[in-house]
Each structure stands twice: as structure tokens, then as C-alpha cells.
């Protein structure tokens, strides 16, 4: 089946640690996102990628960074610099077709924790 | 810059009645405008959009939405909901100028009674 895959669903992290988050897609999108969700917020985008090799801050990237190594994969980081890292963590995907019409692909989601 | 409001933190309604989720946004350009839904605890799925043409669109399991660019709206209906519509429902735009960037509200958690 193709689809969005993120794990761990549960991450517990400790101060001053570094923990990644792994975002995988078989869906063959160019475009791959990662979005953070708080209670009573809608998402806000962390980093994007429209390409292997190149990707964009989005509006909280403070604290985060990411690589795109893979067209199937975009892994999140979650530095000791992001004070308040306790989350929902969303990744997504979608075509890059040049518009913004798409719709984006969601993955479950991993919940962060701090210890 | 875009901005998307739902006044409406949450919405109880009875099982079979009516309901209207509204989502109001402000943009100084065109854009394209989601219904996003989230179950708990999952990720986020497309309900429906609208990109052009009708301003009447729906989805496949009985939500509608209706585009209004005088009053800067897309509200979700439904004529009938069933307990497994609960959910929390996200309203977003993209500008049709830009790329792939979504802009989304704060999100309306639907609550259907028995």
C-alpha cells in the first residue's frame, strides 16, 4: 500500500538532547513537509523540501533542522536549541507540479515528549 | 500575507442534525482553499478543496463546502452528521501564486451526540 510512514508514534526526549524523527513515503512526491500541531493551534510549517538535495525553513524552523538525501525520506531533528519541543510532529507529501493546488499527503504523526 | 479563522473552537451536535463549520480567511491575492479532517490521534486527510469553477464542491461522504470570495468564506456543511464524523475538521489556503505553502486555521473539533 502506498502511503506516509513516521516513527517512532512516541518519542521521549531529555534535556539537552537531540532526537530525530523518521518520515518515509512511497507515494513517488518530490514535495515533503513537516509541520508541528499544539492544542488548539492549527500547523505550522517547520521545513519543506520540493527537491532531493535542497529544502526551505518554514515559519518555526528555530531549534529544528533536516536533511533530503532521499526522494522517499526527510527526517526532522529535533536540536537541544528547541526549548519547547513538546508536539504532534506531521509530516506530509505531495506532487511538485509548480502549484500550490496540490494536496498534501499526511502521516500519522510522532508525539515528542520531554523528559 | 494569508490568515485563516475558525471562530469555532468546538461544535456538539446530535446525531442526524445539521451542522455548519465555518472558516473565514483574508488574502491579498486569489488562492486555493482545503478542508482538511483529523480523527484522533492520525494524521490529517483531504476532505475537499476548491480550486476553480463551482463554487459548490463536495466530498464522498456527504460534507459540502461553498466558496464566497465577497465574503472571504468556505464553510463546511453537512445536511446530516453520524457519531464518526467526530473529528477535528482544519480549514487552509494556498496562494495561487506561490508554491506548495499551506496556510491553516486553528481547527473545529466536531463533536456528534447520540
Known amino acids: 500500500d502506498g502511503g506516509i510512514t513516521q516513527s517512532p508514534k512516541y518519542l521521549f526526549r531529555k534535556e539537552g538532547q537531540n532526537v530525530t524523527l523518521s518520515c518515509e513515503q512511497n507515494l513517488n512526491h518530490d514535495a515533503m513537509y513537516w509541520y508541528r500541531q499544539d492544542p488548539g493551534q492549527g500547523l505550522r510549517l517547520i521545513y519543506y523540501?520540493?527537491?532531493?538535495?535542497?529544502?526551505q525553513k518554514g515559519d518555526i524552523a528555530e531549534g529544528y533542522s533536516v536533511s533530503r538525501e532521499k526522494k522517499e525520506s526527510f527526517p526532522l531533528t529535533v536540536t537541544s536549541a528547541q526549548k519547547n519541543p513538546t508536539a504532534f510532529y506531521l509530516c506530509a507529501s505531495s506532487f511538485a507540479t509548480g502549484t500550490a493546488q496540490e494536496t498534501q499527503y499526511f502521516g500519522p504523526g510522532t508525539r515528542l515528549l520531554v523528559l | 500575507a494569508q490568515s485563516v479563522t475558525q471562530l469555532d473552537s468546538q461544535v456538539p451536535v446530535f446525531e442526524e442534525a445539521p451542522v455548519e463549520l465555518r472558516c473565514n480567511y483574508s488574502s491579498s491575492v486569489s488562492v486555493y482553499l482545503f478542508w482538511y479532517v483529523q480523527y484522533p490521534n492520525q494524521g490529517l486527510q483531504l476532505l475537499l478543496k476548491?480550486?476553480?469553477?463551482?463554487?459548490l464542491v463536495e466530498s464522498i461522504n456527504g460534507f459540502e463546502a461553498e466558496f464566497n470570495k465577497s465574503q472571504t468564506s468556505f464553510h463546511l456543511r453537512k445536511p446530516s452528521v453520524h457519531i464518526s464524523d467526530t473529528a477535528e475538521y482544519f480549514c487552509?489556503?494556498?496562494?495561487?501564486?506561490?508554491?506548495?505553502?499551506?496556510?491553516f486555521g486553528s481547527g473545529t473539533r466536531l463533536l456528534v451526540r447520540p
Open positions: 487552509a489556503v494556498s496562494r495561487m501564486d506561490s508554491s506548495y505553502k499551506l496556510i
Open positions: 476548491y480550486l476553480s469553477g463551482s463554487t
Open positions: 523540501s520540493q527537491i532531493v538535495n535542497d529544502f
